[in-house]
C-alpha cells in the first residue's frame, strides 16, 4: 500500500514533529530533472514531510511559514495511485493534511520573455519584440504592468503572444451602442457582414448618439489593430462586429444591458430572455453552447449586490468584476457569490489607472483615443478578449468548459484582503475577487491540454414550504431562521453526481424593507456564500417572490452532507419578514436520468420531501433556473438604449443551431437619473472630455489633441 493510498490512517498514525528551527536538507532548490518541488504553508513543515517521505528543502525565502520539500521523481511516480497524473495526485493527498494551510507544486514552465532579467521588461521593450509602435501601448498596463510596485498586476497577455495566440480565427460582436468602424484602429479588424443595428433596422452599426462610446471603446480593448494609432487589443488578430441581431458568422457576442446598479432595484431576465438563455447554451455553437459574459455592475459605492441582478447571477453567464492596478478592490466593484473572476479596470480616484482603448465622439474627426476607460464595464470585455485568445486554439470547447478553464486558471490576487477564504474543496475564494484575475499565458497553455467536461446535470431538493409563525425572521445581531437540507452520499451516488459547480437559491420571502433581509448558504464544510447582503438603500416592500440567487463559491465541493439557508434581519425592527419557501439547486456534471429522495428540514421543526434529479442534456423544461415572480424595474432615462425586447426576439430565432460563440458585456453607469453634462478638463496636457455628474471612472474619454 503507497504512503498516499493510504493516506488517511497515516495522518492518525504519524507523529507531529515540531521544531522552531527545521534543519534544511543538502538539495539543491531547482534541480527539477530529479526531484519534484512542493511549497506548503504549514506551522510544522517536519510532520508533513515525514508523512509523504520527503524531504525538507527549507524556508521560503521570508514568508513566514512557507516552506518547501522535495520528492524523487521515480519516488512520486512508484508511490502514487495516478501514475500519469502524480503530481496532481501529490497536491489532493496535501491538501487534505491537518497541518497543510496551503500546496503548490513547483512545476518548471517555460519562461516567457515577459520581463527582462531586471524584472521588469517594460512595455517599450515588449512592442519591439511583437512589432508594436501604436503610441498609447506604453500606457496599456493591463497587458504588461512594469509600474513601482506593481510588477506582475496585469493579465500576462504576452505569455499567450509568445505561444504564438492572437486571437486569429475568432470574431467578437460588440452588442452595443455601436462601433465606429471608421477608425482606423479597428477598420482592419471590422465584420460587416456580421454587423446590424436592429434598433433602426439598418447594416450600419455604427455608433448614432453623442454618448455611444461605449461599444467602440469595448471593441479597441479586444482587437484594435496593431498600427500607428491609440494601443492594441489582447486578441489583436481577432475580427469584431457590432450588431443586435445574431449571425451565424460571429463567434462572440458582447452584449450591452441590464439593470441599473443603483442599491435599489433587483430585477431578473423575462421568461422570454430566459429561454434565450437556455436556448443559448443548449443549441449555440452546434450544440457546444454560447458563452456569456457579463459585468458585476458598478454599484458598489451605492451598496448593490450582483446577486440582485438576474442576468449576472444566472449558472449560464461568466460574471467579472474588477481589481485596480495596486491589486486593490474598487470601491464602485459590486461583490457577490456569483463573481467568478476578476479583470484590470480603473481605479477609485487616480484618472490615469484606467483602460487605454480606442475611443469616438460625436462631431470630432480623426482617431481618438482613451486613458480613461473604466468599470466593469472595461473589465469585462478584457475577459473576452482573453477568452477569444483560448477560441483561436480551442474552438471545440463547451460553455461550461470555459468557466471550469477561468476557476482552475484564475491567480489570487491581494491574497491578505480579508475577503479570501478557503471553500470545502480548498480553493481559495472571494466574494470581491471571484477566483481571481485571468492568466492569458497560463489560460491558453491549460486550454490546449484540455479535457472536455462532461454533461451538466443537477439534484434538486424540491420546495420547502414554511407556514406560520415558524417562517418569521427573528430580528437583531446574532439572531437568525436556518432552513437545511441533507443530500446523502448515497443519494449523490444513485444520482450519478459529479464534481459541484453552481448552487442556486431560490426564495419567497416577504418583508415590508428588503434592504434588512440578509440570506446565508451554509455548505456541509461550513464554507459560506453571501447570497444577499443588506441594502441600505432598499427600501422596497415587496420581498423577494420566488427570487434565485446563485453561487460559485462551493465550486467542487462534496455535495452530499446538510445545506443550510440562513436568513437574517438585522436592521430596522419597525419593518418585518417571513420566510415562506426556499429550495436548493446543486449544479454539476454527470450523466443518466434517475430520481431519489432527499429530506428537508427547518430550525422550526417544519420538514418535507424534496426531489433530486438529474439530466444528460439541457432543456428549457427541466434547466431553466425560474426566476418566477420576479420583479421588473422600468428602465430609467440613463438605461441602455438597446432595445433588448426585440433583440432577444431575433437572438431566439437565429441561435437554435447557429455556430455562434457568446460573450456579453454590460454597460454600467453610475449615479442613475443624475443630470449630466459635457465639460472639457485638462489631465496633465491632455483632453478629455467628462460627464460632470461627479463620477469621472467609466464616464470620461479623451478628445483629439
Known amino acids: 500500500m503507497s504512503p498516499f493510498t493510504a493516506l488517511p490512517l497515516l495522518l492518525l498514525l504519524t507523529p507531529h514533529l515540531t521544531t522552531s528551527t527545521p534543519t534544511p536538507a543538502k538539495i539543491a532548490p531547482n534541480n527539477h530533472a530529479e526531484y519534484t518541488y512542493i511549497a506548503i504553508r504549514s506551522s510544522s513543515p517536519l510532520s508533513v514531510a515525514?508523512?509523504?517521505?520527503?524531504?525538507?528543502?527549507?524556508?521560503?525565502?521570508?514568508?513566514?511559514s512557507h516552506h518547501q520539500l522535495a520528492i524523487p521523481h521515480q519516488d512520486l511516480s512508484r508511490r502514487s495511485a495516478d501514475p500519469i497524473h502524480p503530481h496532481h495526485y501529490l497536491k489532493r493527498a496535501l491538501e487534505t493534511h491537518p497541518d497543510v494551510d496551503w500546496v503548490e507544486i513547483q512545476e518548471p514552465k517555460r519562461r516567457y520573455s515577459k520581463r527582462g532579467e531586471d524584472g521588469s521588461m517594460g512595455l517599450k521593450a515588449l512592442g519591439g519584440r511583437f512589432g508594436i509602435v501604436d503610441p498609447e501601448f506604453e500606457a496599456q498596463w493591463h497587458i504588461l504592468n512594469d509600474g513601482a510596485g506593481q510588477v506582475g498586476h496585469d493579465h500576462n497577455v504576452s505569455g499567450a503572444w509568445d505561444?504564438?495566440?492572437?486571437?486569429?480565427?475568432?470574431?467578437?460582436?460588440?452588442?452595443?451602442?455601436g462601433i465606429y468602424y471608421k477608425s482606423t484602429d479597428l477598420a482592419a479588424n471590422y465584420f460587416a457582414e456580421g454587423s446590424y443595428d436592429f434598433n433602426t433596422h439598418s447594416p450600419d452599426a455604427g455608433p448614432k448618439d453623442s454618448l455611444d462610446r461605449h461599444g467602440t471603446r469595448c471593441a479597441g480593448e479586444i482587437a484594435a489593430v496593431k498600427n500607428s494609432v491609440c494601443g492594441v487589443g489582447i486578441a489583436y488578430e481577432a475580427k469584431v462586429s457590432a450588431t443586435r441581431i445574431l449571425f451565424h458568422d460571429n463567434h462572440i457576442f458582447s452584449c450591452s444591458w441590464g439593470p441599473t446598479d443603483d442599491g435599489r432595484t433587483m430585477e431578473a431576465p423575462s421568461t422570454l430572455v430566459a429561454e434565450a438563455f437556455v436556448n443559448g447554451v443548449t443549441n449555440g455553437r452546434k450544440g457546444l453552447g454560447s458563452v456569456f459574459v457579463f459585468a458585476s455592475g458598478n454599484g458598489g459605492a451605492s451598496g448593490d449586490d450582483c446577486n440582485f441582478d438576474g442576468f449576472t447571477n444566472?449558472?449560464?453567464t461568466i460574471t467579472v468584476s474588477s481589481v485596480d492596478r495596486y491589486d486593490q478592490h474598487p470601491m464602485y466593484s459590486e461583490q457577490c457569490s456569483a463573481n467568478m473572476i476578476v479583470m484590470y479596470s480603473s481605479a477609485d480616484t487616480r484618472h490615469n489607472d484606467a483602460i487605454a482603448t480606442t475611443?469616438?465622439?460625436?462631431?470630432?474627426?480623426?482617431?481618438?483615443?482613451?486613458?480613461?476607460?473604466?468599470?466593469?464595464?472595461?473589465?469585462?470585455?478584457?475577459?473576452?478578449?482573453?477568452?477569444?485568445?483560448?477560441?483561436?486554439?480551442?474552438?471545440?470547447?463547451?460553455?461550461?468548459?470555459?468557466?471550469?478553464?477561468?476557476?482552475?486558471?484564475a491567480v489570487v490576487v491581494n491574497r491578505n484582503h480579508s475577503s479570501w477564504v478557503k471553500n470545502g474543496a480548498g480553493r481559495l475564494y472571494s466574494h470581491a475577487f471571484g477566483y481571481g484575475k485571468l492568466d492569458a499565458g497560463r489560460i491558453v497553455e491549460l486550454a490546449k491540454k484540455w479535457k472536455k467536461v462532461t454533461n451538466q446535470t443537477f439534484i434538486e431538493t424540491g420546495v420547502k414550504k414554511i407556514t406560520g409563525r415558524d417562517g418569521v425572521i427573528p430580528q437583531g445581531e446574532g439572531k437568525d431562521l436556518k432552513i437545511k437540507f441533507l443530500v446523502k452520499e448515497d443519494d449523490k451516488k444513485v444520482n450519478g453526481f459529479g464534481g459541484l459547480e453552481h448552487v442556486t437559491v431560490t426564495v419567497n420571502i416577504t418583508h415590508q424593507r428588503r434592504g434588512d433581509v440578509w440570506v446565508d448558504l451554509v455548505s456541509p464544510s461550513g464554507s459560506v456564500s453571501h447570497l444577499a447582503v443588506g441594502r441600505k438603500y432598499d427600501s422596497d416592500a415587496g420581498g423577494f417572490p420566488g427570487w434565485t440567487f446563485m453561487t460559485v463559491a462551493h465550486w467542487d465541493e462534496e455535495v452530499n452532507g446538510e445545506w443550510t439557508v440562513v436568513v437574517s434581519d438585522r436592521d430596522h425592527p419597525e419593518t418585518t419578514g417571513a420566510v415562506q419557501a426556499v429550495s436548493i439547486k446543486f449544479w454539476g456534471s454527470k450523466k443518466d436520468v434517475v430520481r431519489i429522495k432527499t429530506t428537508a428540514s427547518s430550525s422550526a421543526g417544519v420538514s418535507a420531501g424534496a426531489v433530486a434529479s438529474s439530466n444528460a442534456k439541457i432543456s428549457a423544461t427541466v434547466s431553466v433556473p425560474v426566476q418566477a415572480g420576479n420583479e421588473t424595474v422600468p428602465p430609467t432615462n440613463n438605461s441602455p438604449r438597446l432595445d433588448v425586447g426585440a433583440w432577444v426576439g431575433g437572438m431566439i430565432g437565429l441561435l437554435a443551431g447557429v455556430g455562434v460563440l457568446v460573450w456579453c458585456l454590460v454597460l454600467r453607469k453610475k449615479n442613475e437619473g443624475s443630470k449630466k453634462k459635457q465639460v472639457i478638463v485638462d489631465v496633465e496636457g491632455r483632453l478629455f472630455q467628462r460627464l460632470d455628474d461627479g463620477a469621472g471612472y467609466d464616464d470620461d474619454y479623451e478628445m483629439e489633441e
Open 50 to 64: 515525514t508523512s509523504f517521505n520527503a524531504t525538507y528543502i527549507g524556508p521560503i525565502g521570508e514568508l513566514p
Open 163 to 177: 505561444q504564438g495566440v492572437f486571437g486569429k480565427g475568432s470574431t467578437v460582436c460588440i452588442v452595443d451602442d
Open 314 to 316: 444566472s449558472i449560464y
Open 359 to 409: 475611443d469616438w465622439s460625436l462631431g470630432l474627426t480623426g482617431d481618438l483615443c482613451t486613458r480613461s476607460h473604466g468599470g466593469t464595464s472595461a473589465a469585462a470585455p478584457l475577459a473576452s478578449g482573453v477568452f477569444a485568445l483560448v477560441n483561436s486554439v480551442r474552438p471545440d470547447l463547451g460553455w461550461r468548459d470555459y468557466q471550469h478553464l477561468s476557476v482552475q486558471s
